[in-house]
């Protein structure tokens, strides 16, 4: 299965493909651990349509793996190392029947579950002998859930190589944008650079060793690289691209950013496991608001919410309805309001904070807290009220600590005047560690 692919693999042959740490592989050596999957695939008897999970963070071992995977058409379950019990709930919500995990150093162990798959979305992909690729959400707000997509469609939309690109790897291919970027810079002959740690100082001194050309992150971890200072130890002059996604981006954040990278183009994509990763064009580097789609992909919007039709949608969840209309169209949950072709992605509808019958939105009013001295973070939140049924809630981090009951009377004084009175946040806590999933992505709880 996918023959072209691996064909045009070896086009590449001497060229780097991955770097791990201090060691670069080439084209044919990552073709050559693709060879040794082969075998050991056969050999625990894996077949096309079986529901296998590949356990491990980026390597040369998982990434082979993947690509074995796929050929030989098995259905598969990409994780990260979990704790044992979100491990135990994600392989029975997949019906995983085989599991096979990659430690370290790069090595394999092989086990059946016992179990037998049986969902029809499963069934689908079987009768069809197309390789299938299991996703779950981050899980923020109640179950996570598992969207089926179908790999070949997935595969279909990278083109014929341009301009091969050194790309790091920030995102693991249990996430969406962990696979677009691996099979992105594949396909084009690029190189995957690889980090132990997504720390700023890892990230940057993985960007000047290795020449990295493009950096895939999220607006909270390019916040965290303002924050560290690590922009004064690294002068990154292979950086041509920063692209971000995943949640709003402050625009203070990324104005400071455009100061502190002035050489560096920066674009926002916009993605989801049950879509792909849609095709993007910011209005400017130093913009929020972004064009969305191309060949292959629709959007409607409807009472401010985004609907987006894919031709690589998921087949569907393996544990809830799936939210497309009569039409194909996907319901994004996302809250967008628009400039002509324009638009801008204000967050999603679950968070939105209902104070008293109005709408607020905690990403204008955590832009609004960025904007005060001493803050390097905040969230927002919504918060019960006898009275209003809510408020706001802001959860900040301090640069350097302060008093607890002048820094909340300092939060509503900036904010009267830059925000309605029902913005203001009523509730400020200071927080010690990080608000944010191990996906750099902020975690909103209303409590």
């Not at 050999?43 to 529901?51: E, R, S």
């Not at 299938?132 to 070949?152: C, E, H, I, N």
């Not at 607006?219 to 690590?230: C, D, E, K, Q, W």
Request: proline share 6%; net charge neutral; hydrophobic share 40%.
């Amino acid at each position: 299965m996918n023959q072209p692919l691996l064909d045009r693999l070896r086009m590449f042959d001497e060229s780097e493909a991955v770097v791990v740490v201090d060691r670069a592989y080439r084209y044919a050596e990552l073709l050559q651990a693709v060879e040794e999957w082969r075998a050991f695939l056969s050999g625990h008897g894996i077949a096309p349509g079986d529901i296998v999970s590949l356990e491990g963070m980026s390597s040369v071992a998982a990434y082979a793996g993947l690509l074995a995977l796929i050929e030989c058409a098995a259905i598969v379950v990409p994780l990260t190392p979990l704790p044992a019990a979100k491990r135990a709930e994600f392989l029975e919500l997949a019906e995983v029947e085989t599991s096979i995990t990659i430690d370290d150093q790069g090595h394999r162990s092989c086990e059946r579950t016992g179990r037998h798959a049986e969902h029809a979305l499963y069934a689908t992909l079987r009768g069809t002998a197309r390789p299938g690729l299991v996703l779950f959400s981050s899980g923020t707000s109640g179950r996570s859930k598992a969207s089926v997509l179908d790999f070949t469609k997935v595969l279909s939309r990278y083109g014929e190589p341009t301009r091969p690109l050194r790309i790091i790897s920030f995102l693991n291919i249990d996430h969406i944008g962990g696979i677009n970027t691996l099979f992105h810079t594949l396909s084009q002959g690029g190189t995957i650079v690889t980090v132990p740690e997504r720390t700023p100082d890892r990230v940057f001194a993985a960007v000047v060793e290795h020449r990295v050309q493009v950096l895939p992150t999220t607006p909270t971890f390019l916040n965290m690289v303002l924050i560290s200072g690590v922009l004064e130890r690294y002068t990154p002059s292979s950086l041509e691209l920063i692209t971000y996604g995943t949640e709003p981006m402050p625009p203070q954040t990324l104005r400071r950013l455009k100061v502190a990278l002035p050489d560096v183009r920066f674009k926002q994509t916009y993605g989801l496991s049950e879509l792909g990763i849609l095709p993007t064009r910011s209005k400017g580097d130093d913009s929020v608001w972004l064009k969305i789609g191309g060949a292959g992909f629709a959007h409607k919007i409807i009472d401010d919410v985004l609907w987006i039709r894919s031709d690589m949608a998921m087949l569907g969840y393996l544990n809830a309805p799936a939210p497309f209309d009569d039409e194909g169209f996907f319901n994004t949950q996302d809250v967008v309001r628009t400039d002509g072709p324009y638009i801008q992605i204000l967050g999603r509808r679950s968070e939105v904070i209902n104070v008293g019958g109005e709408k607020v939105y905690p990403a204008e009013v955590e832009n609004v807290l960025l904007q005060l001295p001493n803050v390097a973070e905040a969230t927002v939140s919504g918060h019960p009220s006898p009275v209003t049924g809510m408020v706001v809630r802001a959860t900040v981090q301090l640069v350097d600590d302060e008093d607890h009951v002048l820094l909340r009377r300092r939060v509503r004084e900036h904010c009267r005047g830059r925000l309605e009175p029902y913005k203001i946040p009523a509730v400020v806590d200071v927080a010690a560690a990080p608000q944010h999933s191990d996906r750099f992505k902020k975690v909103r709880r209303a409590t």
